[in-house]
């Protein structure tokens, strides 16, 4: 299976202000944002990968960053085999046609004031490449995609349901024939049913139109139903790349292992044995020396705070940015005494 998208050494920062002409002279840096600091990974054609971390990791910035909503500091990004991070004006709108984002919360993603048909034609008329005929045609098509009456394209945003709205937006990203799809947190603003059917309709949908997807998200329970690879993301870096079904059931960096116990149960009294994620995300300004992780690590030795880790393979097919990740592969691990695995 061929590769869609190749992301190489990503970085994405945000200055904290502007350096005056003393600060220069004296060689003084201006303060940065590290919202995304060295990322590498890819995505096959057809394929989902799951992106998941807490908020603040910078899964948001990154799939951005991608689509060049907002533009890398460094590093590159590969689409179908071009290089897209260093294409501009005309080159670089053409691609977008090929490349779309469907957003967190519908309410604000769709003017209030256009009616369905304008939102979702708009992309139509951007491209100037559509007759009148053919957009009445292609609107009618995608309606049905995602399971909206045809008269809802003389209604406006307002008079929908979250559920709805988010059919909305699906259909305006689905109406270029796009290969790729940024979905960020497309679910997160509905309730449980509606998420359900919204996730079934994403899955349905990439059958039909042979899409692949980012998924970004924060739910380790949606991440496994919808995704075939899990990338999890920690303060701007990427700690753990391997199948879903590998990530959930054998983590192999302590990050991923603290955050799949603090996942919400259906039975909250049933004890995981692993120590739940406590503390916050480090500062994004100030990261700390070494493994990002190691303030909040139940594992953290001396290496850890002296030495970055590397995103490496372990075993084939995963990858771990954990100095001590082969500990992690034994199905036999011991319990340590405070119910953690005891990996010393």
Do not use: W
């Amino acid at each position: 299976m061929s590769e869609i998208l190749v992301v190489e050494d990503l970085v994405k920062y945000f200055p904290l202000g502007s350096s005056g002409f003393f600060d220069r002279l004296r060689g003084r840096e201006v303060p940065k944002v590290h919202a995304v600091d060295g990322v590498t990974f890819s995505l096959r054609q057809d394929e989902t990968l799951g992106l998941v971390g807490e908020s603040g990791s910078g899964k948001t910035t990154l799939g951005r960053a991608v689509l060049m909503l907002d533009p890398p500091t460094e590093g590159k990004v590969l689409f179908e085999g071009q290089l897209i991070s260093e294409l501009k004006g005309e080159e670089l709108r053409q691609i977008r046609k090929r490349m779309q984002i469907v957003f967190q919360n519908p309410n604000s993603s769709l003017d209030p004031r256009a009616r369905v048909k304008d939102i979702i034609s708009e992309p139509l008329h951007a491209f100037k490449e559509f007759d009148k005929g053919s957009v009445n045609e292609t609107l009618l098509r995608v309606m049905e995609a995602v399971n909206l009456p045809e008269d809802s394209l003389t209604k406006l945003p307002h008079e929908f349901s979250g559920g709805q709205k988010q059919r909305i937006a699906i259909a305006r990203a689905l109406v270029l024939n796009p290969r790729f799809i940024v979905l960020d947190e497309p679910t997160s603003a509905l309730d449980s049913s509606i998420q359900a059917q919204i996730l079934n309709l994403l899955r349905r949908l990439q059958d039909e139109y042979n899409l692949s997807y980012l998924f970004i998200t924060h739910n380790v329970g949606v991440v496994k139903y919808m995704a075939d690879r899990l990338a999890v993301m920690y303060s701007g870096k990427i700690v753990e790349v391997a199948k879903t079904r590998d990530v959930v059931e054998r983590p192999l960096h302590p990050y991923t292992i603290a955050l799949i116990a603090s996942a919400p149960r259906l039975e909250p009294e049933r004890k995981t044995g692993e120590i739940p994620l406590t503390g916050e995300i480090p500062s994004a300004v100030n990261p700390p020396n070494g493994c990002r992780f190691n303030p909040r690590c139940a594992y953290a030795e001396e290496l850890c705070r002296t030495k970055e880790p590397e995103l490496r393979e372990i075993v084939t097919g995963r990858f771990s940015a954990c100095h001590f990740a082969e500990r992690f592969l034994s199905s036999h691990l011991p319990r340590a005494e405070n119910g953690s695995p005891d990996v010393g």
